[in-house]
């Protein structure tokens, strides 16, 4: 993902806003189901999708043993189940749209792909991909009129990447245009995957919490992937792709649904009935990994928009961790970082989101504005620049405090008011056990 620039006008001055700035909601309501994600329709910013997640337990009666307390925890049956709900903000207002359930259990990641985004004069309809407990991603679209304030969501495609018994815990689409269909997925078992592919590699020993792309790729085809998991380790591997003209995109419709009919899945997962070494590792080459620079699992990455004099991406990460530390991270090669600035922000760092960057001034370049969603700390506005000695620092500058139970995503838009040629830029924020949903305004200081 890259970060979005904006006009000066846009922008809200760094300089005059204190790091202990707390921003009050502008509203806020409790939802049925506990939020575990949330992200803004591109074409449309003033709607969005927040992805749901329950666990329910209940007791196999077929297994049930009375002897001890141990024996009676085993037949305790756990399952998992999640819905989309679709908002709207009217008037800086919650305003809920539809919810659909989805069929492969909760929902853990959702992600927008601009890239495959079709519109016509009548309406648009935006390609999202939905992370599931039940080893699989469900491929959606937002239909939105251009005459009316109908939207509705539908899904479109079940492909079924691994196991049922798997979790696909985070989802990231290559950057660039020509690879826009290329999805990469972080997986619970230790794996990421291609989706739709039998690209795979198995980099981690435990959960993979996150999965993120450098911009990069070369002549050849060959571009790199980054992974975080549970055993605190950060992963390089590199790739071969093929650009959407050489194939046929995965993330389209293939049959046309009835309405109202359940979406098959398509598997795609690998064999099971091969060997772990055998399916270990599948057109991904491990480079290699840092595992020194977090004291934690790494559970979120973002590649800076830090570009060489060739123009290409310099490898400069920002990363996130159960620790609470986001740290920028620079390249030693081989897959080896070296920590250049990192900040303790309260709470486990869940997520990453780019908002802009900054012009440069006489003080620093390559100054980002990043959104970061912070669980039990909640959410925090971060400014992440280089000094013109080549140091990195890291300055919050605005905290939103009222997600206080697991802040597990949040997500920014520009809001165009009615009748108006200005704009607000709104956050929306949500908190998993007290199952909370906040719209902020950022305030305006120019």
Known sequence: MELKDKEPADLISVEDISAATRLASTTSLILDQPPSC??????????????????????????RSPKSEEEADSSIVQSRSGSLILFQIVNLKLRTIQT???????????LFNAFLSTS????????????????AVEICTLTSSHTSQESRIDRIRIIQVCSPNVLVLSLACHPSQNYASTCAVSLSDGSIRLLETQTHHNPHSLEVWTVAWSSNVNEEGEATLYSGGDDAKLCTVSLALEDDAQRATPLQPEVSQKKGDPVRAVDTSTDEDKSLDEVASSGMVLVGFDGKSHEAGVTAILSLDVRRSENTDAGILLTGSYDEFVRVLLPLGNGKRRVAAEKRLDGGVWRLKPMWTLPDNSKSHNRSVILASCMHAGTRILEVFQSLNGDWEINVFACLEENESMNYGSDWTKHARPGSSQSTVLIASISFYDRKLCLTKLPRLI
Not at 40 to 63: K, M
Not at 100 to 110: K, R
């Open 38 to 63: 949330i992200e803004f329709a591109p074409l449309h910013p003033n709607t969005f999708v927040v992805g749901t997640y329950s666990l329910a337990e209940s007791i196999d009666e077929s297994t």
């Open 100 to 110: 659909l359930q989805t069929q492969s259990g909760a929902v853990l990641d959702l």
């Open 120 to 135: 016509n004069t009548e309406e648009s309809k935006e390609t999202f991909l939905v992370a599931t407990s039940k080893g």
